[in-house]
C-alpha cells in the first residue's frame, strides 16, 4: 500500500469524524443563537462541516489517484493540501489576533440579551423567548450573568434578583434572596460561551493543519 493511500484512509476517518462533530455542534447551537442573532462566529459550524466534506474529498482523491496511478488526480491532491495549510496558517492567526476583540464584542451583545428579557416594552413571546435560552444556558452552564451574578442586579427593576436557573437548588424564589446558594464564580456565561465557540475553531484549525501532516 503507497505511503498516499496509507495517509488518505486516516484523513478520511478524520472527514467522518469531523462531519459528525459538526453537525451535532450545528444542532446544539441554537441557544446561542437566540440570544447571539447577529454573531457570525456561530456559523463556524458551517465551515466546520464544509471543512469536513472537503477532507472526505481530498482523501477519496488521493486514494484514488495512488490506486490508479493518475498523475492528474495525485497533482490536484497535493494542491488540496497546500491550500489547506495556507488556510490553516490564516484561521490560526485570525483566531489569535481577534481573540480579545471578538471577547468583547460576545460580552457587549450577552449584556443586551439579559437587558432586552427584561424589557416591558416587547413582546411577550420574544421577550419569554430570549429569557428562556437565557435560563436554559445558565442551568446547563452551571453560571450566573455574563461577568457574574451581579449583572442581574443592573437590568429590569435594579434589585437584588437573579432567575431562579442562577440557583445551585433551583425552587420558587430562590433568586430573591442570597440566602439561597447561587452560581457566583467570575467568567460565567462569558467564559463558558467563549469556551464551545473555541472548541468550534480549535477544531476547524486542528482539522485543516492535520491534511497537511
Not at 73 to 87: A, D, R
Request: net charge positive.
Amino acid at each position: 500500500m503507497s505511503d498516499n493511500v496509507k495517509f488518505s484512509i486516516p484523513l478520511q476517518i478524520l472527514g467522518c469524524g469531523g462531519l459528525v462533530v459538526g453537525v451535532w455542534m450545528e444542532i446544539n447551537k441554537e441557544p446561542y443563537g437566540v440570544v447571539l442573532p447577529s454573531h457570525a462566529y456561530l456559523k463556524a459550524t458551517s465551515l466546520l462541516i464544509s471543512a469536513s466534506v472537503i477532507t472526505l474529498i481530498i482523501g477519496f482523491v488521493g486514494c484514488c489517484g495512488s490506486l490508479i496511478e493518475n498523475r492528474g488526480m495525485l497533482v490536484v491532491y497535493f494542491v488540496f493540501l497546500l491550500v489547506t495549510f495556507i488556510l490553516g496558517v490564516v484561521a490560526t492567526a485570525l483566531a489569535f489576533t481577534n481573540k480579545e476583540v471578538f471577547k468583547k464584542s460576545l460580552k457587549t451583545e450577552l449584556l443586551y440579551s439579559l437587558e432586552y428579557s427584561t424589557k416591558p416594552n416587547i413582546s411577550d413571546s420574544s421577550r419569554d423567548g430570549v429569557n428562556n435560552m437565557l435560563n436554559m444556558m445558565q442551568t446547563q452552564l452551571n453560571c450566573c450573568g455574563v461577568n457574574n451574578y451581579t449583572d442581574w442586579y443592573r437590568v429590569g427593576d435594579h434589585l437584588k434578583h437573579v432567575p431562579e436557573s442562577c440557583c445551585v437548588h433551583r425552587m420558587k424564589d430562590c433568586g430573591t434572596s442570597q440566602s439561597y446558594e447561587w452560581y457566583k464564580r467570575v467568567g460565567t456565561i462569558i467564559q463558558l460561551t467563549c469556551t464551545f465557540i473555541y472548541h468550534i475553531h480549535s477544531t476547524i484549525i486542528i482539522l485543516l493543519f492535520t491534511k497537511k501532516y
